[in-house]
């Protein structure tokens, strides 16, 4: 007898790209989510940013320098890359693609000419587009965190004006008014999209019931 299934058998991990503007609650969001699916990898993106107060290194993102970021971006080493507000940002290909290999979903947060290259290499990622509830609020969101002097708080602001439209090219978009509604939603999206028919091993299931009825 062949043992009891626990879950579908993965051809391939599914990469998870969450984009929103700054401000939107990205972090906060995608910490809930992390903690609540498991089996979930998060993609540590590279940045040219300097680190902010409690960032480490490794962690929240490899600081690099300038000229760090481009010899390796030079030697290939990164799935995509964006300058944004000034800094470069860009996402490690080695582990994204080791991960998905072995059948790991990758999560990554990334900005929107990131997410645009990452789906012209792999079509089937999955976009989710976070959306805050107001400029108001995206506004005050900022000004709470008091990361950024007020000059590049402003710029961040427009940035979000400008990057809003984006979400016309995402699969998926979930409101950011209430954090655990949100992360919920997410939640929801990365579960059903691990059942999808495509990315499961469904010849080996059907393989395996067909091997177990030979004797029936
Ligand atoms: P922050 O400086 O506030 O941490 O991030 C600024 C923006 O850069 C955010 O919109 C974030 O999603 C984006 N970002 C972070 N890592 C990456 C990355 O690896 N690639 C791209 N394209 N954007 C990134």
Redesign the pocket.
């Known amino acids: 007898m062949l043992k009891q299934l626990r879950e579908v058998p993965r051809i391939r991990g599914n990469l998870i790209v969450i984009?929103g503007p700054?401000g939107s609650g990205?972090d906060s969001v995608l910490a809930v989510v992390r903690g609540e699916v498991p089996d979930l990898e998060y993609s540590v993106?590279?940045?040219t940013?300097p680190p902010r107060e409690g960032e480490v290194d490794g962690v929240h993102y490899f600081f690099l320098t300038r000229e760090e970021f481009l010899a390796r971006k030079e030697a290939g080493e990164f799935l995509?890359?964006?300058e944004?507000c000034g800094?470069i940002?860009?996402?490690p290909r080695s582990f994204v693609e080791g991960k998905l290999d072995l059948g790991e979903d990758v999560i990554m947060?990334?900005?929107i000419?990131?997410a645009d290259q990452v789906r012209s290499v792999m079509p089937d990622a999955v976009a989710i587009f976070l959306m805050p509830p107001s400029l108001a609020e995206l506004e005050a969101r900022l000004g709470k965190r008091g990361a950024d002097s007020p000059e590049a708080t402003r710029g961040r602001l427009r940035k979000a004006v400008e990057e809003i439209p984006a979400v016309l090219r995402y699969d998926y978009v979930v409101l950011n008014y209430d954090l655990e509604q949100a992360a919920e939603e997410i939640r929801s999206i990365i579960v059903a999209e691990r059942a999808r028919v495509g990315k499961c091993d469904c010849d080996r299931l059907v393989r395996g019931f067909q091997m177990e009825s030979r004797n029936l």
């Open positions: 984009s700054s990205k993106s590279a940045t940013r995509e890359t964006a944004f800094n940002y860009g996402t947060d990334i900005e000419r990131g």
